[in-house]
């Protein structure tokens, strides 16, 4: 009898071992199951970033390209550059003011009557127009003069700028360029230096027009995220 219960006992407790068994199996497979998910989620998340990141890209080289191929034969009359950064930087300052004031100089109004109506152009295209996040006027001094004067005149500047900028365009450019346009003075905080590390003076007075896309926006937005991501894992 004892023998018959004992028996009975062990089979008992061999099924709840192999039910256990087979419990945790499953917990582990769907636990596998949940794991490979998430891993899909994380690389088919990273690939669409990429994809942002590349499209954006290509906007940028594309529209790098086309302000080249519209001023190409202007850039050296106006003693001007274009660089990959999309950055289009006058920088003759005999051209633009005279030193210490902030009225534009005959010939940097002719150069504005030229440029700024075709570089709106450029911009507007419908394969640019929804991916243009800023437009910055800068103004940039050299350090001759006290710091904070020369933000108020290089902030002078840039206003004076904008305005005769805007002056050259109809109503509808102007509501658009209102959203977009932004008129910024630097004084003597970003200055150009020779190869030797000294100041240039010259090139440091100076006029820039520079464009921000959507791509920056989208790589801050893509950064942050993966920070965030990181900071939570």
């Known amino acids: 009898m004892k023998k018959q219960i004992t028996e009975y006992t062990e089979k008992e407790e061999n099924a709840f071992s192999l039910s256990t068994g087979d419990l ?3 917990l582990l497979f769907i636990f596998i199951l949940l794991l490979m998910g998430a891993l899909l989620q994380v690389q088919e998340k990273a690939e669409q970033d990429e994809e942002i990141v590349k499209r954006y890209d290509q906007i940028k080289t594309q529209l790098y390209i086309d ?11 106006w003693r ?7 950055c289009i930087r006058f920088q003759e300052p005999s051209m633009l003011f005279d030193e210490g004031k902030d009225i534009l100089k005959p010939k ?4 504005l009557d030229d440029f ?5 152009a450029v911009l507007s295209r419908p394969q640019y127009k929804d991916n243009i996040e800023e437009i910055r006027i ?8 006290g710091y904070y004067s020369n933000m108020k005149l290089s902030q002078d500047r840039t206003r004076a700028v904008l305005q005769y900028c805007f002056g050259l365009m109809d109503v509808n450019d102007i509501i658009w360029l209102k959203g977009l346009v932004t008129a910024n003075g630097l004084s003597s905080s970003h200055l150009i230096l020779t190869k030797d590390g000294e100041e240039n ?3 440091s007075r100076r006029v820039e027009f520079r464009v921000r896309t959507n791509a920056e926006k989208q790589l801050e937005d893509i950064a942050d995220k993966r920070f965030n991501r990181k900071k939570h894992e």
């Open 138 to 145: 800068e103004g940039h001094t050299n350090t001759n003069g």
């Open 80 to 86: 001007a550059t274009i660089d990959s950064t999309l």
């Open 116 to 120: 700024f109506p075709r570089y709106i």
């Open 24 to 26: 945790m199996a499953g």
């Open 108 to 111: 940097f109004k002719d150069i």
């Open 67 to 77: 302000l080249q191929e519209e001023f190409k034969e202007d850039l050296t009359v």
């Open 201 to 203: 003076k010259d090139l």
